[in-house]
């Protein structure tokens, strides 16, 4: 389960990083001291919670969860400010929840205690191991083990297997949204890899990596956006 942190205060940061770190298993991808660079993030990194701050320059945090709340596949988001006064247009926009600064430790924990039980519930229902995939005019189910990388094509992804190539009627980050998180990875705004296919990882420009999958030709890049959460993964 990934989270941003959304707030123009350092010190307020660094005490919910603390908080996230010490007491769950949620990775923390990136922090924003403004609302403006957040959205371009979200919709090229797969992040399931947002930690957001009301008062802040530029886009306050209601007006951006206003407009997050309107993507397809929205983050949860958990409002943190000294405002009460914001709390009833934070849930008209179905915030998962609303903690007031200065943090107490229990109302933080029991919060995180809530989104990781949620994203446990969420894997028990969604769990299949068959997806069903187009190939020409046919649709084709296979194991979701059997994919090895996907890639981003315009509004479609393709999906390849050892031996196959499959067009899927989504974007990228859709399709993700379908896949087990334990399995696999978003490595790239184009590239969905196969975690239990990698045969090699090989350090390349600017601290980034290519990756070797098993079986196949091909090297899937990692980009820096990415790569500490990879790195965390993968125990580099």
């Known amino acids: 389960m990934?989270?941003?942190?959304?707030?123009?205060?350092?010190?307020?940061?660094?005490?919910?990083?603390?908080?996230?770190?010490?007491?769950?298993?949620?990775?923390?991808?990136?922090e924003f001291d403004n609302g403006v660079d957040v959205l371009k993030y979200i919709e090229e990194n797969n992040v399931d919670i947002?930690?957001?701050?009301?008062?802040?320059?530029?886009?306050?945090?209601?007006?951006?969860?206003?407009?997050?709340?309107?993507?397809?596949?929205k983050p949860k988001i958990v409002f943190i400010t000294a405002y009460k006064e914001h709390a009833i247009e934070?849930?008209?926009?179905?915030?998962?929840?609303y903690i007031l600064k200065p943090y107490s430790e229990d109302r933080i924990v029991t919060t995180l205690k809530k989104l990781e039980k949620l994203e446990f519930n969420d894997e028990k229902k969604c769990r299949c191991d068959r997806i069903t995939l187009w190939k020409g005019e046919k649709m084709i189910v296979i194991n979701i083990e059997d994919i090895y990388y996907c890639m981003a094509n315009e509004r479609e992804t393709l999906v390849y297997t050892k031996e196959e190539e499959y067009?899927?009627?989504?974007?990228?980050?859709?399709?993700?949204?379908?896949?087990?998180?334990?399995?696999?990875?978003?490595?790239?705004?184009?590239?969905?890899?196969?975690?239990n296919k990698i045969k090699e990882i090989i350090p390349w420009f600017n601290n980034t990596y290519n990756i070797k999958?098993?079986?196949?030709?091909?090297?899937?890049?990692?980009?820096?956006?990415?790569?500490?959460e990879f790195k965390h993964i993968m125990g580099i």
């Open 90 to 97: 934070a849930f008209e926009i179905e915030a998962f929840d």
């Open 167 to 195: 067009i899927v009627n989504m974007s990228i980050s859709e399709f993700f949204n379908k896949l087990p998180k334990e399995n696999f990875f978003r490595s790239h705004r184009s590239y969905i890899l196969n975690m």
């Open 50 to 73: 947002i930690f957001l701050d009301i008062n802040m320059p530029n886009l306050d945090g209601v007006s951006l969860g206003k407009i997050i709340s309107k993507f397809e596949n």
């Open 2 to 30: 990934n989270c941003i942190i959304v707030d123009d205060e350092s010190p307020s940061r660094e005490e919910l990083k603390y908080f996230i770190n010490s007491f769950s298993s949620i990775n923390i991808l990136n």
């Open 213 to 228: 999958l098993e079986d196949l030709d091909i090297e899937i890049p990692v980009s820096r956006k990415n790569i500490k």
